[in-house]
């Protein structure tokens, strides 16, 4: 049996706690970067109402309400589409000039530019629509986890089961938070006042 002297266990129970206080700090740091921030978002290209070939740096600079859905949605979309203007009409001019609202439809196939145009225009003036080809909407779709796919209905045609997630981007691109509609117009107000 080894033995300790008797001076040196001081040393030792000091070293003890410095290797625990060690192995405790990398436990925080690796939970911390575990947490991080969600990976939402990601470059695209995609085509705007007007025709305009559009990418994510086209946006630097101004934070971003992003939200995915349908020209042909009979309800959700044109509700939370209305959230939105109605929340950044409550935030005042400065503020909201600061915020570009973004529908991305997730139903290319049907929703060109010249239908999104008119459709967009119904909410106010500040709305971006983004349509593309069938790949390009299902590489941002991923980037941001939405959730989109085609319900056959009675009679032909088809509708879209998608989420249903305003996403607050900010001006570097980064994703700051989400909102469901049915936050309303006053509190998504309230809390990009916050925010921006």
């Known amino acids: 049996m080894i033995r300790t002297p008797i001076a ?12 625990a206080g060690l192995l405790s700090y990398a436990g925080d740091r690796a939970a911390g970067l575990a947490q991080g921030v969600a990976a939402i978002g990601g470059p695209f290209t995609l085509v705007d109402q007007d025709g305009r070939t559009r990418t994510d740096k086209d ?8 939200y995915f859905g349908y020209t042909y949605c009979p309800d959700v979309c044109p509700t939370t589409l209305a959230v939105m203007e109605q929340a950044l009409e409550k935030l005042g001019p400065a503020a909201a000039a600061r915020v570009t609202p973004v529908f991305v439809t997730i139903d290319p196939a049907r929703d060109t530019p010249q239908v999104l145009k008119p459709y967009l225009k119904s909410f106010g ?16 779709g991923h980037e941001y ?7 056959p209905i ?6 879209m089961n998608h989420s249903s997630t305003i996403y607050l981007m900010g001006p570097n691109g980064k994703f700051v938070t989400h909102y469901e509609e049915s936050i309303g117009p006053d509190g998504l107000a309230a809390d990009l006042r916050k925010r921006i």
């Open 8 to 19: 040196l266990v001081p040393y030792l129970i000091a070293l003890a706690a410095i290797i």
């Open 59 to 66: 946006f630097r600079g101004q934070y971003l309400l992003i």
């Open 125 to 140: 003036p500040r709305f971006v629509g983004l349509t593309g080809s069938e790949a390009a909407i299902t590489l941002i």
């Open 145 to 151: 986890s939405v959730y989109a796919a085609k319900q």
């Open 154 to 159: 009675k009679g032909g045609g088809y509708a």
